[in-house]
């Protein structure tokens, strides 16, 4: 596509539920990378996959977290057993190599009740 | 942790005029770049500098990068209402990026 697509958009869940976070990079990006953004705050890392590996997964705050990326296209942010803290933005980048800027998605808004 | 720090972190101006935004960072670094987030959705990547830079160009921005001080600044010259953004800085040392807490800039019409 022409851009980064993440779904969906607002995600509202109540405590202790599981959500999946969809981000659909741009065709052939190889590097897919998610960060999570609270309000007020600049991106923080959460992990970056290289192909269908997941190359730096050390952003990633606990075990409740985890992502997949199958096929070395579409990639799965999973939050297990979500927790209010867990609200924040969180935002998909692909890259078609380090060192030539990224592109993000529009981020998934997760609130958690 | 977030390495990049902006400066400052909230600047008000006037249309017309310019405004400068600095960054510094802690570690060695490949190269750094700027980032513009519009209502804190998505990020839209403006310039990128490499490590053995000091100035870069593009249209209304300039950007320039000290090594030596681990510090870089964002002038965007002859500023436009439709500036009115957060401006973030990321320094990138070849598998992630690192991000300040950002500049939120207001331009006044």
């Known amino acids: 596509g022409a851009g980064v697509s993440q779904t969906p958009s607002n995600k509202v869940t109540e405590k202790g539920k599981y959500v999946e976070l969809r981000c659909d990079p741009i065709?052939?990006?190889?590097?897919l990378y998610w960060y999570r953004q609270s309000l007020g705050q600049g991106p923080e890392f959460l992990i970056y996959?290289?192909?269908?590996?997941?190359?730096?997964d050390s952003g990633l705050p606990n075990d409740r977290f985890f992502a997949v990326r199958p096929e070395g296209s579409v990639s799965t942010l999973k939050i297990q057993r979500t927790e209010r803290g867990d609200s924040a933005v969180y935002l998909c980048?692909?890259?078609?190599?380090?060192?030539?800027?990224?592109?993000f998605g529009s981020g998934t808004r997760l609130t958690v009740v | 942790s977030q390495q990049g720090e902006e400066d400052p972190q909230a600047l008000s101006i006037q249309e017309g005029e310019n405004a400068t935004m600095n960054c510094s960072y802690k570690?060695?670094?490949?190269?750094l770049q700027w980032y513009r987030q519009n209502s804190g959705r998505g990020l839209v990547h403006l310039i990128l500098?490499?490590?053995?830079?000091r100035e870069k160009h593009s249209g209304r921005l300039r950007v320039t990068l000290d090594t030596s001080k681990k510090s870089s600044s964002l002038l965007i010259t002859a500023s436009r209402a439709a500036d009115t953004a957060s401006y973030f800085c990321?320094?990138?040392?070849?598998?992630?990026?690192?991000f300040g807490e950002g500049t939120q800039l207001t331009v006044n019409p």
């Open positions: 996959f290289q192909g269908t590996g997941a190359a730096d």
């Open positions: 990321a320094t990138d040392r070849g598998s992630r990026l690192t």
């Open positions: 570690t060695s670094i490949n190269n």
């Open positions: 980048a692909s890259s078609s190599d380090s060192g030539f800027g990224y592109t």
């Open positions: 500098i490499r490590s053995n830079e």
């Open positions: 065709s052939g990006h190889t590097a």
